[in-house]
T-cell receptor, first 114, second 110 residues
Framework: SAVISQKPSRDICQRGTSLTIQCQVD?????MFWYRQQPGQSLTLIAT?????????ESGFVIDKFPISRPNLTFSTLTVSNMSPEDSSIYLC???????????FGPGTRLTVL | QKEVEQNSGPLSVPEGAIASLNCTYS??????FFWYRQYSGKSPELIMS????GDKEDGRFTAQLNKASQYVSLLIRDSQPSDSATYLC??????????FGKGTMLLVSP
């Protein structure tokens, strides 16, 4: 597995603002992903963070709303832009290390938009 | 559209019993199957992965896979109150992204 940290752990934001969430891993990983988990729901994949290139977004998610960076093999950021109350959710990063496709999750960022 | 179905529960079992959690999936080419445990307010924790038909045991946990029936299950033996959590089934096709089920809540009563 890997030790994964996310910052901030939680935040309360005003609508119309943006928040950048950081994901840091203690060692190099093969792949990094960003998920959203709305209250009482399962996990929905937002995008795959690609090192050195544009992220690959899932249907329903766009780069203008959720810009993602991954400058190296241990770090990624997700920005939630122009937030609305519907963006209130837990945002999780996950990583794959090595040749398997086992994913390990960070502790999550709990976002509340007022 | 890839789908992963789980009974939402709650599944209630007494302490010491066997808890059986089930999952079906729609994509026939799925190759990798995972069970995650998620405590309330925490992130998912990988507890089992299985890739071949049959059983895979790890301590009190046994994962069972039947690709012909597109069915994967998780058995928890000697259930403990600390096993009370939501269990998420996840499926991947090849080296690709995971599709998660909505999870089954397990309640183990002392």
């Amino acid at each position: 597995s890997a030790v994964i940290s996310q910052k901030p752990s939680r935040d309360i934001c005003q609508r119309g603002t943006s928040l950048t969430i950081q994901c840091q891993v203690d060692s190099q990983v093969t792949m990094m992903f960003w998920y959203r988990q709305q209250p009482g729901q399962s996990l929905t994949l937002i995008a795959t963070a690609n090192q050195g290139s544009e992220a690959t977004y899932e249907s329903g998610f766009v780069i203008d709303k959720f810009p993602i960076s991954r400058p190296n093999l241990t770090f990624s950021t997700l920005t939630v832009s122009n937030m609305s109350p519907e963006d209130s959710s837990i945002y999780l990063c996950s990583v794959v290390k090595g040749a398997t496709n086992e994913q390990f999750f960070g502790p999550g960022t709990r976002l509340t938009v007022l | 559209q890839k789908e992963v179905e789980q009974n939402s529960g709650p599944l209630s079992v007494p302490e010491g019993a066997i808890a059986s959690l089930n999952c079906t999936y729609s994509d026939r080419v799925s190759q990798s199957f995972f069970w995650y445990r998620q405590y309330s307010g925490k992130s998912p924790e990988l507890i089992m992965s299985i890739y071949s038909n049959g059983d895979k045991e790890d301590g009190r946990f046994t994962a069972q896979l039947n690709k012909a029936s597109q069915y994967v299950s998780l058995l928890i033996r000697d259930s403990q109150p600390s096993d009370s959590a939501t269990y998420l089934c996840a499926v991947a096709s090849g080296y690709s992204t995971l599709t998660f089920g909505k999870g089954t809540m397990l309640l183990v009563s002392p």
